[in-house]
């Protein structure tokens, strides 16, 4: 099993920066894909972000293109997003997933972050 907790998340204007961390813990993370997804209230859950531990690739969606990214530091098995221009739109319950495969199957989850932003 793998257990993952996220932090960082808050109110923050339009325009601002937030970072969220993602801890991991479990074995064998080294072969796990890391992702960030959303989701808002009434909405379904989204995509924002992927990375590898091993090689460090990252997939960033479009809405997110330009303004977030994804990066991991392993030796304290986290996984960050950097998410920056933030707009109200974003406001959503972040969460840390871990999968594998292609396409990924990610089945493990955090508890999520909340991510509030004002206009």
């Not at 993370?29 to 090689?55: D, N």
């Not at 990214?69 to 304290?76: P, Q, T, Y």
Request: with cysteine.
């Amino acid at each position: 099993q793998v257990h993952l907790v996220e932090s960082g998340g808050g109110l923050v204007q339009a325009g601002g920066s937030l970072r969220l961390s993602c801890e991991a813990s479990g074995r064998g993370l080294v072969r796990y894909i890391m992702a960030w997804f959303r989701q808002a209230p009434g909405k379904e859950r989204e995509f924002v972000a992927a990375i590898t531990w091993s090689g460090g690739s990252t997939d960033i969606a479009d809405s997110a293109k330009g303004r977030f990214s994804i990066s991991r530091e392993n030796a304290k098995n986290t996984v960050y997003l950097q998410m920056n221009s933030l707009k109200p739109e974003d406001t959503a319950a972040y969460y840390c997933a871990a999968g594998a495969g292609i396409p990924p199957k990610y089945d493990y989850w955090g508890q999520g972050t909340q991510v509030t932003v004002s206009s």
